[in-house]
Each structure stands twice: as structure tokens, then as C-alpha cells.
């Protein structure tokens, strides 16, 4: 018996299949960053920037404040 854990309502998991070439870009993007973050945090870092710039809506530190 598989039980799920609930859901804490921050946030949620979304699994993304990358080619290659995309990943070795996003790899060269962390290692120039002063504080090289993982792949999922470079991820986030990229689209919450690009909603910035290009989305609706406030963006989720917005809502903190």
C-alpha cells in the first residue's frame, strides 16, 4: 500500500524532460552564477525572471510582501 503524502499547498513537483544541449546551456548558466544553484533552482530563477518581464500577474515574492 502506497499512501501519497498531502499536499502542503507551497508548492508542487512538475517533472520536466530536458534534451541534452538544453541541459549543458542550463549548466553553463548555473557555473556563471556567483552562487551556482542546483538545476531546479536555476529553473525557477529563469521563469519566475522570464513572468517578470512577459506574464500575468504578480509574481510569487509579490504576494510575500
Not at 15 to 34: K, S
Not at 53 to 63: A, E, I, L, T, W
Amino acid at each position: 500500500m502506497n499512501q501519497k503524502k498531502p499536499r502542503s499547498g507551497i508548492s508542487e513537483p512538475v517533472l520536466v524532460r530536458l534534451p541534452d544541449e538544453l541541459l549543458q546551456r542550463l549548466d553553463a548558466l548555473r557555473r556563471a552564477e556567483d552562487d551556482p544553484p542546483t538545476r531546479p533552482a536555476m529553473i525557477r530563477r529563469i521563469l519566475t525572471e522570464w513572468m517578470d518581464q512577459n506574464g500575468p500577474g504578480p509574481s510569487p515574492s509579490d504576494k510575500e510582501e
